[in-house]
C-alpha cells in the first residue's frame, strides 16, 4: 500500500483540535493587533450574555432591586439631577429601557452591558501599560472579579462608575503621555462624565491629580497644557449641573451628610473593617485564579520550576514603567483614601461604594515586571473563567430553589412587590378608569411598583428627598396611592403619620401578596394601601 493512502489521515491528525493548538491560537489572536480588538470584545459581548442569562435563572424568585427599579424611575424624564445623585445612572436607564423592554432580563442585561463595557475600557487603558498578552489576561482576571459577574447583577450609581472611571484613567494616561491641549480637553470631559455618575467619584478624580503631583515626570505634566485644560473643560462642562445644583439647595449634599453621618466611633471603626474585609474577599477571586492560571500555564508543575518561570529578574519590555506607575500610585490611593476618610469624618461607608473602586487591581498586578506570563496562561486563565461561567449556568435555577426554600424566604428580597405593582393597578382602574399616575412610599416600595406596574407612576418618598420627578401637589392633583408595609414596626408608624397628613380623604385598603417559586412559598406580606382619588 503507497504511503499517499495515509496522507488525509496524518492530515487530519494535524489539524485535531489540541490544548496546546487551542491555546497557541487564542494567543496569537491576542497579541495581533488585528485581531486583538474584536477578540476582547467579543469576549466582553459572550460574558454579558452568559451572565445575564445565569441572573436571569439565579434572581428568578426575586423581583429587581429597589436600586434598578429606581434608575429606571429616574430614566422617565432626562433631568440634571436627581434628588440624591447627579443624573448619568438615570439617563443610561432611560435610553436602555426606551430600546428594551421594561422586564427583569433587561434590567440583567443592562448591568452585564455596563460591566462588559468596562472590561473594554480597561483594555484599552491595559495597552498603554503592559503589551498585548498581559492585556488579554487582565481582561480574564477582572472578568473574574465578582463585581464583573454575580456581583454585579445590581444596576445602579455605583455600577455605572464602572462605566466613566475606567475612561477617566485611560484619558489620564493618555494626557500625562501627550501632554497637549487635545489629551487635556479629553480628561476634562472624562472627569465631568465621572461627575454626572456620582460625587464619590471624587476619590478617583482626586487619586488621578495626586498621580500627577507625586509621580516622578510630574513637572513635564505640570509644565504642558494639557492639566490645565482639562480642570477649564471639566468646569464648563459641569457648569448645568452646578447651576441645578445651586438651584435645588445643594440638596444631594445635604441628604448625604443626614443619612451617611455618624455619632458613633465604635460603630464607624466596625463599619470601616467590614468596608475593607469585604472587598478584600471579593478581590482574592481573581487574584488567585489568576496566581493559578500563572501556575498552570507554566510547563512544568514543580513548585520551584513554575515559579520561576512567573516571577523573575531582568528587564522585562512587556511593562511601560512610567505608567505602570500612575496604575499602582491611583489604585494604592483608592484602596486606602476612603476608609481613611471614613475614620477621619466618622462616616458610614457602605461596602458598595468599593465597587468601582478596585478595576485596577489586577492591572496593578500583571504591570509588575517581574511577573512573568507564559502564552499558555492565558488559555488557563480563560478555560478557568469558562467552566466557572458554565458550571454557574447549570446550578443557578438549584441554587434559586435552595434560596427560596432555607431561611431567606422570610427576607424582604422575597416581598411579592411585582405581584402588588399589577393588583394596585387594577385597583386603580376599575374604581377611576384612568392610568396609575403617583405612587406614595417607602422608596424600596414605591420604585418597583414604578417598574412593575404598567402605568410606570412617579413616586414620591414619604420624609425624604424628592426625586424631581413629581411634586406632592401635582400627586394629590393626579391622585395616588399609598403603601405602607405592616411588616416592619419601625417604618409604619411614619408612614401612617404621613398618610393621615397627605391622604386623609383616601380609601383605605388591605392587601396581601405571596410568591411561590419551585413548589416553596415565600413571605406573607400585608400592605396597608391608600387610594386617593384625583383632584374634582
Given at each position: 500500500m503507497s504511503t499517499a493512502s495515509y496522507l488525509p489521515a496524518a492530515s487530519r491528525a494535524r489539524r485535531r483540535p489540541t490544548v496546546r493548538r487551542l491555546a497557541a491560537w487564542l494567543a496569537s489572536r491576542a497579541v495581533d493587533p488585528r485581531t486583538g480588538v474584536w477578540l476582547v470584545i467579543g469576549f466582553?459581548?459572550?460574558?454579558?450574555?452568559?451572565?445575564?442569562?445565569?441572573?436571569?435563572?439565579?434572581?428568578?424568585?426575586?423581583?429587581?432591586?429597589?436600586?434598578?427599579?429606581?434608575?429606571?424611575?429616574?430614566?422617565?424624564?432626562?433631568?440634571?439631577?436627581?434628588?440624591?445623585?447627579?443624573?448619568?445612572?438615570?439617563?443610561?436607564?432611560?435610553?436602555?429601557?426606551?430600546?428594551?423592554?421594561?422586564?427583569?432580563?433587561?434590567?440583567?442585561?443592562?448591568?452585564?452591558?455596563?460591566?462588559?463595557?468596562?472590561?473594554?475600557?480597561?483594555?484599552?487603558?491595559?495597552?498603554?501599560?503592559?503589551?498585548?498578552?498581559?492585556?488579554?489576561?487582565?481582561?480574564?482576571?477582572?472578568?473574574?472579579?465578582?463585581?464583573?459577574?454575580?456581583?454585579?447583577?445590581?444596576?445602579?450609581?455605583?455600577?455605572?462608575?464602572?462605566?466613566?472611571?475606567?475612561?477617566?484613567?485611560?484619558?489620564?494616561?493618555?494626557?500625562?503621555?501627550?501632554?497637549?491641549?487635545?489629551?487635556?480637553?479629553?480628561?476634562?470631559?472624562?472627569?465631568a462624565l465621572a461627575l454626572m455618575t456620582k460625587y464619590w467619584v471624587v476619590t478617583v478624580i482626586g487619586a488621578v491629580?495626586?498621580?500627577?503631583?507625586?509621580?516622578?515626570q510630574r513637572l513635564a505634566f505640570l509644565r504642558s497644557p494639557a492639566p490645565w485644560v482639562a480642570i477649564g473643560t471639566m468646569i464648563v462642562a459641569m457648569l448645568p449641573h452646578l447651576v441645578w445644583l445651586e438651584e435645588v439647595s445643594f440638596t444631594p449634599f445635604t441628604y448625604a451628610g443626614d443619612v451617611y453621618s455618624l455619632s458613633s466611633r465604635a460603630l464607624n471603626v466596625q463599619l470601616v473593617i467590614g468596608y475593607i474585609g469585604h472587598n478584600l474577599a471579593l478581590l482574592a477571586a481573581p487574584v488567585l485564579l489568576g496566581l493559578l492560571a500563572l501556575s498552570l500555564g507554566s510547563s512544568t508543575w514543580?513548585?520551584?520550576?513554575?515559579?520561576?518561570?512567573?516571577?523573575?529578574?531582568?528587564?522585562?519590555?512587556?511593562?511601560?514603567?512610567?505608567q505602570a506607575l500612575n496604575v499602582w500610585i491611583i489604585q494604592a490611593i483608592v484602596a486606602i483614601g476612603p476608609p481613611l476618610g471614613a475614620l477621619a469624618f466618622t462616616v458610614y461607608i457602605k461596602t458598595d461604594w468599593g465597587i468601582p473602586l478596585f478595576f485596577l487591581v489586577p492591572l496593578a498586578l500583571v504591570a509588575i515586571p517581574r511577573v512573568r506570563v507564559p502564552l499558555m496562561a492565558l488559555f488557563t486563565i480563560t478555560a478557568i473563567w469558562l467552566v466557572i461561567t458554565i458550571v454557574m449556568l447549570f446550578a443557578a435555577p438549584s441554587i434559586a430553589r435552595q434560596e427560596m426554600a432555607s431561611s431567606h424566604n422570610g427576607a424582604s428580597t422575597y416581598f411579592a412587590r411585582s405581584e402588588l405593582a399589577r393588583e394596585l393597578?387594577?385597583?386603580?382602574?376599575?374604581?377611576?378608569?384612568?392610568?396609575?399616575?403617583?405612587?406614595?412610599?417607602?422608596?424600596?416600595?414605591?420604585?418597583?411598583?414604578?417598574?412593575?406596574?404598567?402605568?410606570?407612576?412617579?413616586?414620591?418618598?414619604?420624609?425624604?428627598?424628592?426625586?424631581?420627578?413629581?411634586?406632592?401637589?401635582?400627586?394629590?392633583?393626579?391622585?395616588?396611592?399609598?403603601?405602607?408595609?405592616?411588616?416592619?414596626?419601625?417604618?409604619?408608624?411614619?408612614?401612617?403619620?404621613?398618610?393621615?397628613?397627605?391622604?386623609?380623604?383616601?380609601?383605605?385598603?388591605?392587601?396581601?401578596?405571596?410568591?411561590?417559586?419551585?413548589?416553596?412559598?415565600?413571605?406573607?406580606?400585608?400592605?396597608?394601601?391608600?387610594?386617593?382619588?384625583?383632584?374634582?
Open positions: 466582553a459581548l459572550i460574558h454579558a450574555v452568559l451572565w445575564t442569562l445565569i441572573l436571569v435563572k439565579l434572581k428568578a424568585a426575586q423581583d429587581v432591586h429597589m436600586d434598578v427599579a429606581e434608575a429606571y424611575a429616574w430614566g422617565q424624564r432626562f433631568l440634571l439631577g436627581y434628588g440624591k445623585h447627579p443624573p448619568l445612572s438615570g439617563w443610561i436607564a432611560g435610553v436602555w429601557f426606551r430600546i428594551f423592554p421594561v422586564t427583569n432580563w433587561s434590567a440583567y442585561a443592562l448591568a452585564m452591558t455596563t460591566v462588559s463595557f468596562a472590561l473594554v475600557a480597561c483594555w484599552l487603558i491595559a495597552l498603554r501599560v503592559v503589551d498585548r498578552r498581559r492585556a488579554f489576561f487582565m481582561v480574564v482576571m477582572l472578568a473574574l472579579y465578582p463585581i464583573f459577574n454575580f456581583k454585579g447583577f445590581k444596576y445602579n450609581a455605583d455600577l455605572v462608575q464602572l462605566v466613566p472611571l475606567p475612561l477617566l484613567v485611560l484619558a489620564y494616561l493618555n494626557a500625562f503621555e501627550k501632554r497637549n491641549v487635545k489629551s487635556g480637553l479629553w480628561l476634562g470631559f472624562a472627569s491629580g495626586l498621580a500627577a503631583l507625586i509621580h516622578p514543580r513548585p520551584a520550576a513554575a515559579l520561576a518561570r512567573i516571577w523573575s529578574r531582568g528587564p522585562n519590555p512587556g511593562v511601560n514603567l512610567a393597578t387594577g385597583t386603580w382602574h376599575s374604581k377611576f378608569h384612568s392610568r396609575w399616575a403617583v405612587v406614595a412610599a417607602r422608596t424600596d416600595i414605591s420604585e418597583p411598583m414604578t417598574f412593575y406596574s404598567p402605568d410606570h407612576p412617579a413616586a414620591i418618598t414619604p420624609n425624604e428627598v424628592s426625586s424631581g420627578l413629581i411634586s406632592l401637589d401635582d400627586a394629590k392633583r393626579l391622585g395616588f396611592i399609598g403603601v405602607c408595609d405592616t411588616t416592619d414596626p419601625i417604618f409604619l408608624k411614619p408612614c401612617e403619620a404621613w398618610m393621615a397628613e397627605h391622604a386623609r380623604d383616601a380609601e383605605p385598603l388591605v392587601m396581601t401578596t405571596q410568591r411561590f417559586f419551585g413548589g416553596h412559598p415565600g413571605p406573607l406580606t400585608v400592605w396597608k394601601v391608600y387610594l386617593v382619588p384625583p383632584a374634582k
